[in-house]
């Protein structure tokens, strides 16, 4: 143990930045806030709808397959790239160091353009509060009236960036890890209450067994398993560096293999949770289970209009919907404001502030045109996340390697024990399916009509963007860091 800790110290795996960057105030915040990087609409909006329309347990046991083979070992290798990193993807690439050192930027590039997702936690809020007023009476008249409304949206979305700014604005202890706490707690408080309220209504068995009892004959068709990869993919989250930001922030005897273990866990069974809001109410009410992707705005408080207390139940989903998404938005502005901290020395108030700028610019595009908003789900979210996980795993597991990871910042002062067999998922499996996936889409994407630059075609061109502008910011850190070494030495002399 002191020999590994020696080595650890002595080849820099570990320079405790906390003074500067802050960290965890507690085990208990570092958890939660790392399970609630990983909840958001992936798990509360698009899973109930996946599982509903792609066969219900036919969909449940392959993701939560992929969860275990693809998502969790991903995750992991973000965690303890982070821990060894000390910084946002921009220092932890760096420090790693070889031909893939500015993939950091890439990932900066991914997460700004990513910012039309924010809107999303805009729709919950504003659906939140308009449940306790007459305007939810109709649904889908609410929702024509808002989405048409471009000042609003506009407006809204800049208030959810504002938001989101406050707590990494606040620091670490005080932002992130306390509005984590109490706003997690009170997600998974509402959830609980949601599926205990459907379970218990006069014809929800029959949604409970579509929902849990597998039919073996539809699990094994292409659409349904790579359904369940992607969801696996999204509902999870790996790529964005959301994982590797917030374990940067971890103290050198954090166990960042065991956390990221409880984040799958939580992650899943968050999104099981909202499952069981859902799919019960579904056949209670004797409706279909093709609900599209508006079924949280529309169908769904519909659907709850037709219960008894359906209000109050609309209410708290539309108030956890807000809560699993803004915890992630704030996320988003700490992993980008990183980029400022990493690349030009700056102060963190002062990065967080050109963050949210940064993302108000990027987001407002797609916020206002929702052809737009689609082109850069698919472009981003198809293409963009699986190159950047495969480079990831390039990087951490076959040039730092895996092995070197898990011996020497994984494991040494962990009170759990991380295997080989993480080296043989995350060198392998985890690249192996984010091509299979990402091909597959292309491909999918092609042959059903869609533009030429959403298939195939859009799968070059975000590749031919993510390399040339991660050989491109290498090139430039690198210089950077001769430069600095240089001045150094000279001043040294």
Same mark, same amino acid.
């Given at each position: 143990m ?8 002595k ?8 003074q ?7 085990r ?8 609630f990087?990983?909840?958001g609409?992936?798990n509360?909006w698009?899973f109930p709808w996946k599982a ?16 275990i083979?693809?998502?969790?070992p991903?995750v992991? *290798?973000?965690?303890?790239t @982070?821990? =060894?990193?000390? *910084?946002g ?7 790693i160091?070889?031909?893939?050192r500015?993939?950091g ?7 700004a ?21 007459p305007l939810m009476n ?5 929702w024509?009236s ?5 000042t609003?949206?506009?407006g ?17 202890n005080k932002?992130i ?7 997690g707690?009170t997600? #998974?408080?509402?959830l ?9 209504l006069?014809?929800?068995w029959?949604g ?9 004959s539809?699990m094994?068709?292409i ?6 990869m ?6 999870? *989250?790996? *790529? ?9 922030y ?8 065991r956390?990221?273990?409880t ?11 909202a ?10 009410? @004797?409706l ?14 519909m659907l709850? @209009?037709?219960?008894?207390g359906?209000?109050i139940?609309t209410f ?13 938005? =704030? ?20 990065? #967080? ?8 610019a990027f987001?407002?595009?797609p916020?206002?045109?929702e052809?737009?908003?689609n082109? =850069?789900?698919?472009l ?8 950047a996980?495969?480079l ?7 040039i ?13 002062w ?6 080989p ?5 995350y060198?392998?499996?985890?690249p ?7 091909i ?15 298939g195939?075609?859009g799968m070059?061109i975000i ?8 050989y ?17 030495k000279?001043?040294?002399?």
């Amino acid at each position: 143990m002191e020999k590994l800790e020696r080595e650890y110290d002595k080849n820099h795996y570990f320079v405790d930045q906390s003074q500067a960057r802050g960290s965890w105030g507690t085990r208990f915040g570092f958890l939660i806030a790392l399970w609630f990087a990983s909840v958001g609409i992936g798990n509360v909006w698009r899973f109930p709808w996946k599982a509903a329309s792609m066969g219900g347990g036919a969909f449940v046991v392959p993701y939560l397959i992929f969860v275990i083979i693809l998502s969790l070992p991903a995750v992991m *290798g973000e965690g303890v790239t @982070g821990k =060894y990193g000390q *910084g946002g993807p921009v220092q932890s690439y760096r420090k790693i160091g070889g031909p893939l050192r500015g993939i950091g930027i890439s990932i900066i590039i991914l997460n700004a353009f990513v910012a039309y997702s924010i809107i999303v936690a805009g729709h919950a809020l504003v659906f939140c509060i308009a449940s306790l007023t007459p305007l939810m009476n109709d649904p889908g008249a609410m929702w024509n009236s808002y989405i048409s409304n471009p000042t609003l949206v506009t407006g809204v979305f800049i208030l959810i960036v504002l938001l989101s700014v406050i707590p990494p604005y606040l620091g670490v202890n005080k932002g992130i890890e306390k509005f984590a706490i109490y706003m997690g707690v009170t997600c #998974i408080a509402i959830l609980v209450i949601g599926a205990a309220r459907a379970v218990t209504l006069p014809g929800a068995w029959a949604g409970i067994d579509y929902y849990l009892k597998p039919d073996w004959s539809k699990m094994f068709t292409i659409n349904v398993l790579a359904g369940a990869m992607a969801q696996a993919y999204f509902s999870f *989250g790996p *790529g964005w560096a959301w994982f590797l930001t917030l374990s940067s922030y971890a103290k050198y005897n954090e166990d960042t293999g065991r956390a990221q273990m409880t984040t799958g866990l939580a992650d899943t069974s968050i999104a099981l949770l909202a499952g069981f809001c859902v799919l019960p109410v579904l056949f209670a009410m @004797g409706l279909g289970t093709d609900l599209g992707t508006q079924s949280s705005f529309v169908a769904l408080p519909m659907l709850f @209009g037709q219960m008894a207390g359906g209000r109050i139940f609309t209410f708290l989903f539309f108030l956890a919907f807000f809560f699993a998404a803004y915890t992630c938005e =704030y996320v988003l502005v700490d992993v980008t404001g990183s980029f400022f901290q990493d690349a030009f020395q700056w102060p963190r108030k002062k990065s #967080i502030l050109a963050a949210g700028a940064l993302l108000i610019a990027f987001g407002l595009w797609p916020t206002l045109n929702e052809t737009v908003f689609n082109t =850069y789900d698919t472009l981003f979210g198809l293409y963009f996340l699986p190159m950047a996980v495969v480079l990831q795993a390039v990087a951490a597991g076959w040039i730092f390697t895996a092995e070197r990871f898990r011996k020497t910042v994984m494991n040494p002062w962990g009170n759990g024990y991380i295997g080989p067999i993480w080296d043989l998922f995350y060198r392998w499996v985890v690249p192996g399916l984010s091509l299979f996936l990402m091909i597959y889409w292309a491909i999918d994407m092609t042959r059903s009509g869609a533009p030429w630059y959403l298939g195939v075609g859009g799968m070059v061109i975000i590749a031919v963007v993510l390399l040339g502008s991660m050989y491109l910011f290498g090139q430039w850190d690198k210089a950077k860091e001769q430069r600095v070494l240089a001045n150094f030495k000279s001043a040294r002399r």
